[in-house]
């Protein structure tokens, strides 16, 4: 099968990466390779470590790491809040200042540990304090893993829309260790994968072969599955980059369900994998109704996403073809008032007209897929609370 690379599983070894962006940062992967992290670190001199985490992380793992770094170095805890409530503002500002007062120099390094929302923000710090410090990301969930540190995004999320406030800035290096994917909650595995699922459709038939052989719906997966499967999905999206490493032009076709996605996260308390599994669902519908895909291909989008990963929650019911629209036009991606749009040509390749991946989509078209969808969903939740009656 092309696009998929096992490799053998080795508790301990490290593997070599790149993130391929324009400023490429090492890419170190691998299970349980703690032990090997003050290796790593030894390459660079600092004056400080600031180790920046959840709390509930920290107990879990960050801990054990700390200790090591702290018998050596001069390292600092300080914790962020939980989840997506990190990357607002207020915490950006009070860490900041709280960081200059504990000590941070041009020369100090900030250790991001934790899902890719921790990643963001420490990302954010690093890159205002002194106009630029040094980071380094050891991602703890799968979209942290996979995704969010292959891009060198680092963004808080403002009063009308996600991630709308940040800047570029690369870690010094990435440490990837599979082992904390273990414990990751559910929701937020599936999550993760679903940006995979998004890379089989944008660019790689085959690979969403081999995730529809792999996923199960309870995303339940052994040590070396666990492995094998974030190694696949990181490759898939070096692949893109690879191309652009820039993410300004070929890699704009990661954002498939993403215009849509962003909206309905901001609607509704999903996670981002559940908001842009609706997204790309909405997105299929609208590349049909345009004649660019077909009605089995639309199937397609279902079957993986519902009966292969688990995403298989109603559209939410507050969110009217209005507000979702209304949102869109918030999305940081917007031209004017017009939300724009990736789409499928095929299953594997992006639709580029006129040599742009983000499309503008005729209004009335768009407001139709949407009520359409909507009214779909909402049929499919009257009959299924209908058969649990
Ligand atoms: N920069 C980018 O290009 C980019 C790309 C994708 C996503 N993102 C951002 O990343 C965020 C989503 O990342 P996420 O899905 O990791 O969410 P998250 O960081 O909010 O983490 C999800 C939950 O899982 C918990 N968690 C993480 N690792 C764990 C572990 N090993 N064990 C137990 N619990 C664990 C966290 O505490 C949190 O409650 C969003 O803010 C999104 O905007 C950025």
Redesign the pocket.
């Known amino acids: 099968m092309t696009n998929v690379q096992n490799i053998e599983f080795i508790p301990g070894k490290v593997i070599t990466l790149s993130t391929c962006l324009e400023k490429p940062s090492p890419f170190l992967f691998g299970f349980e390779i703690q032990d090997k992290f003050l290796e790593e670190l030894e390459k660079y001199s600092f004056d400080k470590i600031f180790f920046l985490t ?1 709390a ?2 920290f107990e ?2 960050g801990k054990d790491l700390f200790n090591k770094i702290s018998e050596k170095y001069s390292c600092q805890i300080q914790f962020v809040p ?3 409530k990190c ?1 607002h503002f207020p915490v950006l500002e009070e860490t900041c200042e709280i960081l200059i007062v504990k000590g941070v120099s041009k020369n100090s390094i900030l250790i991001a540990f ?7 923000i420490v ?1 954010l710090v690093a890159g205002l304090i002194f106009r630029g410090i040094r980071f380094i990301e050891i ?6 893993q996979t ?2 540190t ?2 060198n ?3 808080i ?1 403002g009063k009308t829309g ?2 709308h406030f940040g800047l570029y800035h690369a870690p010094i290096f990435i440490w990837v260790d599979t082992k ?6 559910l929701s ?1 595995r599936r ?2 994968i679903i ?1 995979g699922i998004k890379n089989g459709f944008i660019s790689g038939a085959s690979f969403l072969d081999y995730l529809e052989e792999v996923l199960n719906l309870e995303v339940k997966f052994t040590d070396e599955q666990l492995y094998q499967l974030a190694y696949n999905i990181i490759l898939s999206k070096l692949r893109i980059l690879k191309k652009d490493p820039g993410e300004k032009a070929y890699a704009i076709i990661l954002e498939y369900g993403h215009t849509f996605g962003h909206a309905i996260e901001w609607l509704e308390k999903v ?3 559940e908001a842009v599994s609706y997204g790309m669902k909405i997105a299929a519908h609208l590349c049909l109704e345009m004649g660019l895909i077909s009605q089995q291909d639309v199937k397609g989008h279902y079957y993986i996403i519902e009966e292969k990963l688990g995403f298989n929650n109603p559209f939410p019911t507050s969110i009217t073809t209005e507000k979702l629209i209304d949102a869109m036009i918030a999305d940081n991606k917007k031209t004017g008032q017009a939300p724009r749009f990736v789409l499928l040509e095929k299953i594997g390749q992006c639709y580029n007209p006129e040599g742009d991946y983000l499309v503008t989509v005729d209004k009335e078209l768009l407001m139709k897929v949407i009520d359409n969808f909507i009214q779909k969903e909402r049929q499919r939740n009257t009959i299924s609370l209908r058969a649990e009656c």
């Open positions: 959840e509930h992380l879990l793992y939980i989840g997506e990357k934790g899902g890719g929302a921790v990643g963001n990302g991602p703890t969930s799968m979209t942290g995704d969010s292959l891009s995004k680092q963004a999320n996600k991630n904390y994917l273990k414990t990751e909650p937020s999550s993760g940006e996670t981002h994998g």
